[in-house]
């Protein structure tokens, strides 16, 4: 199967599934704080998901039982939501994926649960600024590999692992489309990026090693070493030759702003 280039109003139908998700990540800023469960996250963003007219992407998909994917610390990605309570200096990756209109929205925040250590925030940073770095490339004209080269050269200046097994893809009326975007290439290599194009980019990036497992669930991935991990994800399209960002991160950080006024 070749990769679906999308019309401008098929972009337009992604825009608003990828900005459910957004507004489902924005709740969930409003809510992680030590003590709360993933499970209890996950019920609220299947409301909300619903609730704005869409269904949930994740849950049944390859039989996966949950609207959210919560990966805690050292999970990197895929994480199953339970009842075990969040503690203090626990990051979250909450990836979150919504059907409306036929198409999919896939999005991803890492959340830092109250204060963490200085090696996390900037694991953390670095993660989200690779992230747009590699937006930057998809560019029409470009090849895969400039975007992906983009992401790994930041994460790995900062010392960090680049996970290799693990891919963004491509999005529309099923989850996963070609083509895979990886986080690690060389310039100038792989498919050229042409208008219409829709990418769910989404680094995953390691504090320790790059290498990861997988828990005998069947579906939560690990680092190898056990040190922590993070993840951001954007639903990109090629608009007019450029990068045209489909979800946003603006919910999260007005909730999460919002909170921090309201501690100090």
């Known amino acids: 199967m070749g990769i679906k280039y999308k019309t401008r109003e098929e972009i337009e139908l992604m825009r608003e599934s990828a ?18 469960t993933p499970l209890h996250l996950d019920k609220l963003a299947e409301e909300f998901i619903r609730d704005n007219g869409a269904v949930p992407g994740f849950l049944g998909l390859y039989d996966f ?3 959210l994917c919560t990966s805690i610390n050292e999970q990197v990605v895929h994480g199953i939501p339970s ?10 990756s909450v990836d979150c994926g919504a059907v409306k209109n036929g ?4 999005h991803a925040y890492t959340f830092a649960v109250g204060e963490v250590s200085e090696d996390i925030k900037t694991l953390l940073r670095v993660t989200k600024e690779s992230l747009y770095l590699g937006i930057e490339q998809m560019m029409k004209g470009n090849r895969m590999g400039d975007l ?26 099923t989850m996963h489309e070609p083509p895979n975007v990886p ?18 980019i989404e680094p995953m990036i390691n504090l320790g ?3 990861i497992s997988q828990l005998n669930d069947g579906w939560t991935i690990v680092t ?30 007005e909730a999460l702003a919002e909170r921090n006024a309201l501690v100090v």
């Open 103 to 106: 198409f999919y929205g896939d």
């Open 224 to 253: 190898a070493d056990r040190l922590p991990s993070a993840h951001f994800e954007h639903d990109v399209a090629i608009v007019d030759g450029k990068p045209d960002i489909l979800s946003t991160f603006d919910f999260v950080e």
């Open 65 to 67: 039982p949950n609207t």
């Open 209 to 211: 090693t790059k290498r």
């Open 83 to 92: 009842n075990k309570p969040l503690e203090e200096g626990d990051i979250i």
């Open 19 to 36: 900005q459910i998700v957004s507004r489902t990540l924005g709740l969930m800023a409003r809510e992680i704080k030590p003590g709360v």
């Open 148 to 173: 992906s080269h983009a992401i790994q050269e930041h994460a790995e200046k900062h010392g960090f692992g680049v996970v290799r097994e693990l891919v963004g893809h491509g999005l529309g009326r």
């Open 183 to 200: 986080n690690y290439g060389r310039r100038g290599r792989g498919p050229i990026f042409k208008e219409g194009l829709v990418l769910a």
